[in-house]
């Protein structure tokens, strides 16, 4: 059963242009949750998303980031017109119908440059 | 002040030795996790505990809600124990995964 997978591993873009992390939840896993690691920063919540539903998104800045679960397919969190401070690491984590603890993607490591 | 504070911020240990990490808060909890994070960036879930004491392996946690007040154990400690561990708790008023974590507590465990 392979665990929460996150690609890609790292992303390096220029500002101005978008990103796209995937995140694909354990296998029977319908929740997923966002994270984002500013360097030399604790984790921060974005979001919570079950499929074709956004459950939670007080963590998530009010311009440019979105996120999706679609039915089919991974969850996506999109950030438009990068700028140097969406550097950071994003996390994803996913947990079953109702229950945690969550397990956690290796995460996606955005550089803006 | 943060929400959730976490000591120490560091921590140098012999192998062998046992070692206790400290996690207060001061919002009211449905859950608390313990997280590890290892050098290379990964995410592992501990425990989650809401109530008195769990165990696994070499590591206990426990949380006493009327202190507000959870910690981490880690027996026989080892080299490979070296990591990040972070404390982070779900509010009363949040929704699932929703957390609130500390700043993490940076093991480092020597031969």
């Known amino acids: 059963n392979a665990g929460v997978m996150q690609n890609p591993r790292h992303l390096v873009r220029r500002r101005g242009q978008e990103a796209r992390l995937r995140c694909s939840p354990m296998?029977?896993?319908?929740?997923v949750y966002w994270y984002r690691q500013l360097p030399e920063e604790g984790l921060k919540f974005m979001v919570y998303?079950?499929?074709?539903?956004?459950?939670?998104e007080s963590g998530m800045p009010k311009e440019r980031f979105s996120a999706e679960f679609p039915k089919e397919g991974p969850s996506i969190l999109r950030i438009q017109q990068v700028v140097r401070g969406d550097s950071a690491a994003y996390f994803c984590?996913?947990?079953?119908?109702?229950?945690?603890?969550?397990?956690f993607g290796n995460g996606t490591r955005l550089t803006v440059t | 002040k943060n929400e959730v504070e976490q000591s120490p911020q560091n921590l140098t240990a012999q192998e062998g030795e046992f070692i206790t990490i400290n996690c207060s808060y001061s919002?009211?909890?449905?859950?608390l996790h313990w997280l590890q994070q290892h050098p290379g960036g990964g995410i592992v879930s501990l425990f989650m505990?809401?109530?008195g004491k769990k165990k696994h392996g070499r590591l206990i946690a426990t949380i006493n809600i009327q202190e507000k007040h959870s910690s981490l154990h880690i027996t026989a400690s080892h080299p490979r124990d070296s990591a990040v561990y972070i404390c982070?708790?779900?509010?009363?008023?949040?929704?699932?995964?929703?957390?609130?974590f500390g700043k993490g507590t940076k093991l480092s465990v020597k031969p």
């Open positions: 296998k029977g896993h319908s929740h």
């Open positions: 505990l809401s109530s």
């Open positions: 982070a708790v779900m509010t009363g008023g949040g929704s699932q995964g929703n957390l609130i």
């Open positions: 919002v009211g909890i449905s859950a």
């Open positions: 984590a996913s947990s079953p119908l109702g229950a945690t603890p969550l397990h």
């Open positions: 998303l079950q499929k074709e539903n956004i459950i939670d």
